[in-house]
């Protein structure tokens, strides 16, 4: 797929009205396109852009079917547009000339969407003012994943936040890590990381301030832990002048950066003012609130397609505990 190598792979069949078809994306960017039917299959790869538009096909003895290039807000520059996968993964719809983005349609013509967004502006976010705009006008760097908005001018896979239907009901908090925590948290990780080859428990620290201004993690030793039913939990009390918490998930048994499903979970820490930062496979991410809005926003490495879809679900079911209040319920 894309640029460095990476390809796509699609299974078609010649009776294509009588199967099915289903989509895996990366990042909500094509991955691979499987249809079958009652017909012998052939193979399809797809090549795509690092933004995940489709460029190129091919055939399964690397003949290739056909290419293709856009403009940067999506009019096709070279080529005719085709039934399926196009601009950043997105699937084109050809007889209406505009591309399916999930939540709404774009009409690449205009470089705007036909409906407004269907999350209501933010209180502070410039960004989704115009209702219509696509990927806050900087579609250079920005996808729209969902055809909703997510964190102010970044990918999904970098910052996402709950989806606010009632911009009334938000408390306007904040509980954002700052520039010096979120460096802290980042140099720091290495004592927090949860390896395959260490014991199988999560690790705790806090973000205490130094004297010279700066930030720095402290692993904590007062952790109790748990693991039960497929969820591992960390607790630990929290020094005074405590920052931040940053924990560490088990790499390769742990969800990733993905918080429990079924709990306030990392927001625990939120909803009583404390940032919470996650590392898991060399990656770290931070759970915050801006705005009265629940974000996870990644400090280094980026989430993946299935951690972005299971974390913007537990944004939105989290998002109920820190409306209309000043913090959330806790637990």
Partial sequence: MSVDGRWDRVRTGARRASGFYRAVVTAFMLLSLLVTAQAAETVTYYYTSPLGTVLATADGAGNV????????????????????????????????????????????????????????????????????????????????????AA???????????????????????????????????????????????????????????????????????????????????????????????????????????????KTLGDFSAVSKGLPNAVVSNGRVGVNELVNGVPQLRMLQGTMSPHEIQASQANLNRVLKDFENTAGGSGQ
Avoid at 182 to 188: F, H, K, L, T, W
């Fill in 65 to 148: 079917l056909g290419s293709s290039d856009y403009r940067p807000y999506g009019s096709q520059a070279l080529g005719t547009p085709e039934q399926g996968p196009g601009y950043t993964g997105h699937v084109n719809d050809v007889d209406s000339g505009y591309v399916y983005m999930q939540a709404r349609y774009y009409d690449p013509a205009v470089a705007r969407f036909i409906s407004t967004d269907p999350v209501g502006p933010a209180s502070g976010n410039p960004f989704n003012f115009n209702r219509y705009d696509y990927a806050s006008n900087n579609p250079i760097v920005n996808i729209d994943p969902t055809g909703k």
């Fill in 151 to 261: 964190c102010p001018g970044e990918k999904a896979s970098v910052c996402i936040q709950a989806d606010v239907t009632d911009p009334s009901r938000l408390s306007g908090r904040n509980v954002v890590a700052t520039e010096a925590v979120a460096s802290a948290m980042v140099a720091g990780k290495a004592l927090i990381a949860v390896r395959k080859t260490d014991l199988r428990e999560e690790k705790v620290g806090f973000v205490l301030p130094k004297s010279d201004g700066s930030s720095e993690v402290v692993r904590a030793t007062n952790v109790s832990t748990t693991s039960e039913a497929g969820r591992d939990t960390a607790t630990a009390n929290a020094p005074a002048g405590a920052q931040a918490i940053i924990h560490g998930h088990i790499d390769g048994k742990s969800d990733g950066v993905v918080s429990d499903t």
